[in-house]
């Protein structure tokens, strides 16, 4: 059946070691979103991508890079550079720009903690 | 700054009770908005959702109210049930050339259902 999947599940992280979140969905959705979950606060939007080959910055992107190849994939690389990298993170698809009003569709999440 | 806001970080209602979680917005360019409902360790699962042209909308135990003049909408069950006990999440997007692609979140308000 149709989903969104986020690999691994809980995930740890060396101090200035570069980690990468794997989602992929096989909804046929245009649009893909990475958020960040924090304790006690909503979900923020890091990055999205509209289409294959194209991402915008969200509202949180630095110290994060993200790719679209495929319009399956859509990988979030937290690197270094970002300074508290503990958090819930969240991937979620929608149809995009070729429907208006539609929901998006959350993975499961990815729990990254810094050893 | 908080552009969707929920006031309220927790609400306890009887089983077969009606559960109402409110949401307010600053915004006046959100034109779409969503409740999600979420569970520990898991991604949040789309529940309704209302367009700025309605003042309600309706799927089975759940009707979601606007009110645009005062920036507010509510979510109610009804019937309260166990398994409705999670965290819900508003959520709000502006219309753009793009479709509704940026969601802004609120913080999240515990429902707990008491048997």
């Known amino acids: 059946d149709g989903g969104i999947t986020q690999s691994p599940k809980y995930l740890f992280r060396k101090e200035g070691q570069n980690v990468t979140l794997s989602c992929e969905q096989n909804l046929n959705h245009d649009a893909m979103y990475w958020y960040r979950q924090d304790p006690g606060q909503g979900l923020r939007l890091i990055y999205y991508?509209?289409?294959?080959?194209?991402?915008q910055k969200g509202d949180i992107a630095e110290g994060y890079s993200v790719s679209r190849e495929k319009k399956e994939s859509f990988p979030l690389t937290v690197t270094s550079a970002q300074k508290n990298p503990t958090a819930f993170y969240l991937c979620a698809s929608s149809m995009g720009r070729s429907r208006s009003n539609q929901p998006q569709h959350f993975g499961d999440g990815t729990r990254l903690s810094i050893l | 700054d908080q552009q969707v806001k929920q006031n309220s970080p927790s609400l306890s209602v009887q089983e077969g009770r009606i559960s109402i979680l409110n949401c307010d917005y600053t915004n006046s360019m959100f034109d779409y908005f969503l409740w999600y409902k979420k569970y520990p360790a898991e991604g949040p699962t789309f529940l309704i959702s209302i367009s700025s042209i309605k003042d309600k909308n309706e799927d089975g135990r759940f009707t979601v109210f606007l009110n645009k003049s005062a920036k507010h909408l509510s979510l109610h069950i009804v019937p309260s049930q166990p398994g409705d006990s999670a965290v819900y999440f508003c959520a709000a997007s502006p219309i753009s050339n793009f479709g509704n692609e940026k969601l802004t979140f609120g913080t999240g308000t515990r429902l707990t259902i008491i048997p």
């Open positions: 991508s509209q289409i294959v080959n194209d991402f």
